[in-house]
C-alpha cells in the first residue's frame, strides 16, 4: 500500500523527493496515520502543485500540468455521463420527466462538443509534438499511447458485438440472457478501464515530449473551452439527479462530474496567469 502510495505523487515531485519521502516512511513506519498522510500529500501535490527551475521552466510546467489535469477531467467527465443516463432512463425512473429526459440528452450534447474541442487540442499536440517524435524514432515519447490504442479497438469492437447481439434477439431484450448480461458488464468495464488507461497516457507522453510553450499555448487556450463544456456538464447532471431523485449510482455519477468540473476549474485559474506571460 506505501509504495502505490507513493506511486501515485506527480512525476515531477517524484524525482524531486522520491527518495526522500521513501526514506521518511521507512522512518515513521507503515501505519494508518502515514497512509493517510500520504494519501492527503499525493492529492494535495496534483491539486497545487510546486513547480521549480527557471522561471521560463516553471511556466512551461505549469502549462503542461494544465493541460495534462484537462484531459484527465475530461476522461473523468466522460464516466459520468453513461452512469446517470443509465441510472435515470435505463429503465425510466418514476421522476424521470420530459425535463429530466432533455437534461440527460443535453448532457451528452455538451460531453460530444468538450470532446470536439479537446480532439482539436490533440490533433495540434499530436502535430507538433508526436509526429516528430514517430519521425525521430523516440519511442520513450510515443509508447504510453499504445494501450490506449489497443484498448480502444478492443472496446470499439465490443460495441459494435454488444450492438448486434442486441438487435439478434429484440425479443429477448426485456429479460436478457445471463450471458449477454456478461458480455455486457465485461464491455463496461472495459470501458472503465480505457478511462484509466487513456487518461494516464497522453500526459506522460505530453511530460516525456516536454514542448516548449510557444507549442502549448493554443492548445492550453483551447482548453478552457474543454473546462467551460465540464462546468456546464456537472450543472446539467446535478439538474438531472435532483429532480429525478434517484439512487446511489446517479448522485455518484453526478458527484463524478461534479469533481471533473472542479478540477479542471481550479488548473484553469493556475494556469492562466502561466499563459498571459
Not at 472495459?190 to 516536454?210: D, E, K, N, Q
Request: hydrophobic share 55%.
Amino acid at each position: 500500500m506505501i509504495r502505490l502510495l507513493l506511486a501515485c505523487y506527480p512525476p515531477s515531485f517524484r524525482e524531486r523527493y522520491g527518495a526522500e519521502l521513501a526514506a521518511l516512511v521507512e522512518d515513521t513506519g507503515t501505519g494508518r496515520r502515514v497512509c493517510w498522510d500520504l494519501a492527503v500529500g499525493a492529492a494535495a501535490a496534483w491539486v497545487r502543485p510546486r513547480f521549480t527551475g527557471s522561471p521560463d521552466e516553471r511556466v512551461r510546467l505549469r502549462v503542461q500540468a494544465g493541460l495534462s489535469t484537462t484531459w484527465v477531467a475530461l476522461c473523468l467527465g466522460m464516466l459520468a455521463v453513461p452512469m446517470v443516463a443509465r441510472a435515470l432512463l435505463d429503465p425510466p425512473v418514476p421522476g424521470a420527466t420530459g425535463t429530466v429526459r432533455t437534461l440527460v440528452w443535453v448532457a451528452w450534447l455538451v460531453l460530444l462538443a468538450g470532446g470536439a474541442v479537446a480532439a482539436g487540442c490533440a490533433l495540434l499536440l499530436a502535430r507538433r509534438v508526436l509526429v516528430p517524435a514517430l519521425r525521430s524514432g523516440r519511442r520513450r515519447v510515443w509508447r504510453p499511447l499504445l494501450p490506449t490504442v489497443v484498448l480502444l479497438l478492443l472496446d470499439t469492437a465490443g460495441t459494435g458485438g454488444v450492438w448486434l447481439l442486441r438487435r439478434g434477439h429484440p425479443a429477448a431484450w426485456p429479460h436478457p440472457s445471463p450471458a449477454f448480461v456478461a458480455a455486457v458488464l465485461g464491455w463496461l468495464a472495459g470501458l472503465a478501464v480505457l478511462a484509466g488507461v487513456g487518461a494516464a497516457g497522453p500526459p506522460v507522453t505530453l511530460r516525456r515530449a516536454a514542448p516548449p510553450v510557444g507549442v502549448m499555448r493554443l492548445p492550453a487556450v483551447l482548453a478552457v473551452g474543454v473546462t467551460t463544456a465540464l462546468t456546464v456538464l456537472a450543472v446539467v447532471e446535478v439538474a438531472a439527479v435532483l429532480l429525478a431523485g434517484d439512487g446511489p449510482l446517479a448522485f455518484a455519477g453526478a458527484a463524478t462530474a461534479v469533481l471533473a468540473a472542479c478540477g479542471a476549474l481550479v488548473s484553469a485559474g493556475r494556469t492562466a496567469p502561466a499563459l498571459r506571460r
